[in-house]
């Protein structure tokens, strides 16, 4: 079993760049898929990004196609996203998560591991 936590969150202002992570214990990174899901207030929550863990291929929901970067560093065992040119409405709790298997990964239900979240607010 691995366990997820995430940093890297933080209040910034549109136009402005954070850089996130997911940090895993308990079993190596490189043996699991890892998404990136957010939640806004009164929303559901949303598929960000996933990278795989094999051949690390990369998928982006289209509203942060460009501006954002998921990227994996199995030997710190972390998994990375930057995000950059930050707007209001990518404010959301931003929690990773991890599945061994590779089912459909930009579904929130197929994955079995999930980190606390990290706030990221981003002011107009």
């Known amino acids: 079993q691995v366990q997820l936590v995430e940093s890297g969150g933080g209040l910034v202002q549109a136009g402005d760049s954070l850089r996130l992570s997911c940090a895993a214990s308990?079993?190596?990174?490189?043996?699991?898929?890892i998404g990136w899901f957010r939640q806004a207030p009164g929303k559901e929550r949303e598929f960000v990004a996933y990278i795989t863990w094999r051949g690390g291929n990369t998928r982006y929901a289209d509203s942060v196609k460009g501006r954002f970067t998921i990227s994996r560093d199995n030997e710190k065992n972390t998994v990375t996203l930057q995000m950059n040119n930050l707007k209001p409405e990518d404010t959301a709790v931003y929690s990773c998560?991890?599945?061994?298997?590779?089912?459909?990964?930009?579904?929130?239900?197929?994955?079995?591991?999930w980190g606390q979240g990290t706030q990221v607010t981003v002011s107009s």
């Open positions: 308990g079993r190596p990174i490189s043996t699991y898929n």
């Open positions: 998560a991890a599945v061994s298997a590779t089912p459909i990964l930009t579904y929130t239900y197929n994955y079995d591991y």
